[in-house]
């Protein structure tokens, strides 16, 4: 009789997840400028406990139609951000861009394909993820668990952007671009021309130590160029919603400290091992998450650095 | 044939994937040591090797494409034994012998960097051939990194660009016996063969160095024999004893057949 019950209970447990999957709740977001919707994610790792939710993602509303930007780090958050999309309108979602490749951008990609939707990248979008892309479906799986990772899928985008790309969302024009390898080789920014909004993807980091993947001389020359964008404000990949250029001081002094420590380095003949120790200690007090990243950007720009 | 062996395991990696499984995850504690000492050292004994030879790396793979490993010689000046070779395993790799360094029998390397990727917690293995015909094996461990770190190129354009490119570096060192450290670098991508192209379902080949062979004028210092588990861009950073030679002398051979070669005046000074 116990036992029977148990399984009642348990039923009850799986249909109600079962409803909740398919209604995902909306995710928090806030309106930054007319149009323009942002959810702040979380300064942290990506984890089971939140669901990948890490990265700033969002989306515009146009006349027409609506352009949602990066997905989240999970399927359950990608649902929850199209429940937010719906919350707000019900016009269809036309595009669904990737601001780059790293999971916490693109893992909830799958919660938004649907007839009549296109994915956009990056020209070398869809060879990292053939590069990396089963090898970061199994890694997840130690931090995220198999339940979120499951339905995660690798969807690859089928509008590449070489250079620049206008799309029109109706009475609002996206342009994007294509960037040169800074945070990673797949960087694309998007800039909403109605409102000034640049959403820069991982191209800038506010508060979260910044990431390197892709190449430290090639970003610092990023942020020369993105200076000049005609921006009001910019939705960084990770941190707060921030004033434009101003957002850029703290990430170009970090990166410019980073380069100088390891080129003195090499130069003295340091060994890459005792490199991450020390490279850009003077930072260390200034952002989140700096023993997470800074031993790992470190090594990666030892790498680059040692070519010149 | 040592380069087959290299090869060889290199497909049975490739295999492994097409099976299905792909890179296996530390799901249940599954120990592949015993199976690697079978098909990389014949199931010869392994001695302890505590007190010949160490291996450094860190306890985190900070950046999964390149993982700094060290492996030094920890034999004593009046031991009468020399170190023939060293073999380095990553357990947990999908092609697990990273690479195994032959020792110049006049050289006295005492000392080899390189850097490695690791696809996921593992066992990493030291494995020492001396004079005495025996291996002496050492062994640490290294947690994968986390985040969007992979094992993968960062710049894949880069990579190509600098095809073949190699540099030559010496150290300044205080040296007690006329030792000295310099250190190797060649560009190439070092591509695994495990990345699947989307659009054709194929996997890319593997493109890899393979062999690369350092001499002191005809004197070898160091041979290589190197699987896809060096990061790109190999570097090897070493330290041996000058026999007086004017010239450094480098052969690197890869997966396609293409040979590299280079040559650098040695500079007596440092």
Known sequence: MALRLCSLVALAVICALTGVRAQAQAIDVREVAPGVFVHTGLTAPMTEANAGATANIGFVIGEAAVAVIDTGGSVREGRQLLAAIRARTGKPIRYVINTHGHPDHVFGNAAFVAEGTVFVGHRNLPRMFSARGQFYLDAFRRTMGRELMDEVRIISPTLLVDDTLTLDLGARTLTLRAWSAAHTDNDLSVFDETTGTLFAGDLVFVTHTPVLDGSLRGWLRAIEELGRLPAQRVIPGHGAVSDWPAALADQRRYLEKLSADIRAMIARGTPISAAAASAAASERSKWKLFEDYNARNATAAFSEIEWE | ?270
């Open chain 2, 1 to 270: 044939m040592p380069g087959h062996s290299v090869r060889l395991l290199c497909m049975l990696g490739l295999l492994g994937v097409l099976a299905g499984g792909g890179p296996a995850l530390a799901a249940e504690p599954y120990d592949p040591w015993p199976g690697l000492v079978q098909d990389i050292f014949n199931n010869r004994p392994m001695q302890d090797g505590a007190g010949v030879i160490a291996i450094e790396m860190p306890v985190r793979a900070e950046d999964a494409a390149i993982v700094p490993v060290t492996l030094r010689s920890k034999l004593a000046p009046d031991d009468n034994r020399r170190v023939r070779a060293i073999t380095l395993v990553i357990d947990q790799n999908p092609a697990p012998m990273a690479a195994k360094f032959e020792l110049g029998p006049d050289a006295n390397v005492s000392e080899i960097s390189t850097r490695v990727r690791v696809n996921n917690y593992t066992d990493v293995h030291a494995v020492a051939e001396l004079s005495d015909g025996q291996l002496y094996m050492v062994k640490t461990y290294v947690k994968a990194s986390g985040g969007c770190s992979a094992p993968a190129a960062k710049t894949a354009d880069d990579a190509k660009s600098r095809l073949g490119q190699m540099r030559y570096r010496q150290f300044a060192r205080p040296s007690e016996n006329g030792a000295r450290e310099a250190q190797i670098m060649i560009g190439h991508p070092n591509n695994s063969g495990l990345q699947m192209d989307q659009v054709t379902q194929l996997y890319i080949p593997a493109f890899f160095v393979n062999e690369l062979r350092l001499w002191q004028d005809d004197s070898p210092v160091l041979a290589v024999e190197g699987g896809i588990s060096l990061s790109e861009d190999p570097n090897i950073r070493f330290t041996y004893v000058s026999n007086g030679a004017r010239n450094f002398r480098a052969e690197a051979r890869d997966t396609s057949g293409q040979i590299y070669r280079n040559e650098w005046k040695i500079d007596q000074g440092m």
